[in-house]
């Protein structure tokens, strides 16, 4: 199984961006569909972003859509999440995901994901 590190988080004002690192060990991720979650307390984690083994395609929450972006680097074994624009109700622990199975579709179940991360904070003051 493969572990998953993020890195990156922190406090920022409203309008900041904010750059997140996924890095991974034990097993090369080139294969697998990656993901963005995130979760506030006392609520449900929810998707945030997610990117195919190919990076041939990205799919994105409404709520982030034109500000976030995911990219992956398969040869450092790491994934980004590049965090624009960003709003106080973006306020959340941020997970990295990786598929449980190569190659398949992307989707934005939790089910998928059956690898995660820690969790980095992310903070956003009005």
């Known amino acids: 199984q493969v572990q998953l590190v993020e890195s990156g988080g922190g406090l920022v004002q409203t309008g900041a961006s904010l750059r997140l690192s996924c890095a991974a060990s034990g097993r090369t991720i080139s294969r697998y569909n990656m993901a963005w979650f995130r979760q506030v307390s006392g609520k449900e984690r929810e998707f945030v972003a997610g990117?195919?083994?190919?990076?041939?395609?990205?799919y994105y929450a409404d709520s982030v859509k034109g500000r976030f972006s995911i990219s992956r680097d398969n040869a450092e074994n790491t994934v980004y999440l590049q965090m624009n624009s960003l709003k106080p109700e973006d306020t959340a622990v941020y997970y990295c995901?990786?598929?449980?199975?190569?190659?398949?579709?992307?989707?934005?179940?939790?089910?998928?994901?059956?690898?995660w991360g820690q969790g980095t904070q992310v903070t956003v003051s009005s």
């Open positions: 995901a990786a598929a449980s199975y190569p190659f398949g579709v992307l989707t934005t179940r939790r089910v998928d994901f059956g690898s």
């Open positions: 990117i195919n083994y190919g990076s041939t395609h990205t």
